[in-house]
Each structure stands twice: as structure tokens, then as C-alpha cells.
């Protein structure tokens, strides 16, 4: 028996999925929890073989999601269940601590394939990222991805910038100041080689940076 904990801070999310995963008798869906603290408390409760993690939670948000739960358990396994595309956020979120990465848009099959293999102690990587990946490794340098060239901080930052959050809505969902913000927004800008919002916010639409 795989027993899962769901951490999503949407209720109809946490819904479905149960519902999809009790149709598996050899799966079981032992907690569910709605915002990070909820997810450490039932962790120190009680025992899982994984769990299925969106990133953004009501009180903590982006990879630092990933990574603050792979720091306090080491040996859990994660699979990341996230709006985010596969291309742009599924390597930081392995680096980060995931052991495997889904869009919500996934079809079931695959999702029970993820899980399998997540409990089990492997990485799961979906046929859709192993493609690009792939791809990616023979491309020369300038062909590659250019939000490739932007840290895990900075990711989240344009994430949330292009989803129309403000400076200090950004920096209070990332523990940060508004100043620390509007640098990090100078910076991409740089590594983009674009100068204003307006170029900023074409590039998260044509590389499908924005939560769907």
C-alpha cells in the first residue's frame, strides 16, 4: 500500500485527486493539508511514502516550497503536481529536492505512473520533459532556453510579477523587500536583454512562464 499525503491549497484539487486515487486499491490517501504548516503537522503526526505537492500553498510559496520540505524531510519523497509548465520549472524543482514533476494537466494513467515510481525511490521524469531535455542537451548555448539563464529566485519572482502582483505582494509571498524585489526585477531584465515591462511581460507569454 502507497500511502500519500496531498498538500494543495485548493479543497477541489485535493477532492479530485483523492477521488482518482482510491480507484487504486494498492494507494491510499492517508492526509491532506492546505497550506505548509498544515503539511509539517501532519508529517510530525503520522507516517507517509510520499507526497503530492503544489508549490504555491496559502503560506509559502514558489520552490522554496520544494526545497523547505526536502530539508526537513530528507527521505520523503516528492512529487510536484504544479500549474507551472514542465520546461520552465520542472529541473530547479529537482534541484530543489522533488523527486518527480507533473502539470495538473496530466491524465491519470501517468499520474499513477509518477506515483509508482516516486514511492518506489525513483526519479520520475514525464515522456513530455524527457523529450525536451533531451532535445536541450544538443542545442548550442545561444539556442537554448533563456529563462535557463535565470536563478530559482529569480523564476519565482517573474513568475509572480507576470501573474500582476504587485512589488510588495511579491515581496511578502517570498519573504522579501520590496526593494530586494525591484532589484531582482532589474536583474532579469539585464540577463534577458530587455528593457522595459512590456518586453518583460511578451517574454512570459511566449515562454509560457505564467501559472495557467
Given amino acids: 500500500m502507497i500511502d500519500i499525503i496531498i498538500a494543495d491549497d485548493h479543497e477541489l484539487i485535493r477532492s479530485g485527486l483523492k477521488m482518482i486515487l482510491e480507484t487504486y486499491e494498492h494507494i491510499a490517501v492517508k492526509g491532506e493539508a492546505a497550506t505548509f ?9 503520522d507516517t507517509y511514502d510520499m507526497v503530492i505537492l503544489d508549490m504555491n500553498l496559502g503560506d509559502k510559496n514558489g520552490l522554496e516550497t520544494v526545497e523547505a520540505l526536502s530539508s526537513f524531510y530528507p527521505d520523503l519523497p516528492i512529487l510536484v503536481l504544479s500549474s507551472f509548465p514542465e520546461e520552465q520549472y520542472a529541473v530547479h524543482a529537482f534541484k530543489a529536492g522533488a523527486s518527480g514533476y507533473l502539470n495538473k494537466s496530466v491524465f491519470s494513467p501517468e499520474l499513477l505512473t509518477a506515483i509508482e515510481t516516486v514511492a518506489s525511490g525513483k526519479k520520475f521524469v514525464s515522456h513530455s520533459l524527457s523529450e525536451t531535455l533531451v532535445f536541450g542537451l544538443s542545442l548550442d548555448k545561444e539556442a537554448q532556453n533563456p529563462v535557463e539563464l535565470l536563478s530559482k529566485r529569480e523564476l519565482e519572482v ?39 515591462t512590456a518586453q518583460l511581460l511578451r517574454f512570459t507569454y511566449e515562454h509560457h512562464i505564467c501559472e495557467t
Fill in 37 to 45: 504548516a498544515e503539511l509539517l503537522g501532519a508529517l510530525e503526526t
Fill in 158 to 196: 517573474l513568475t509572480l510579477f507576470c501573474s500582476g502582483k504587485t512589488y510588495k505582494q511579491i515581496a511578502d509571498a517570498l519573504n522579501l523587500s520590496p526593494k530586494t524585489v525591484a532589484t531582482y526585477r532589474s536583474r532579469i531584465l539585464e540577463k534577458l536583454n530587455l528593457s522595459s
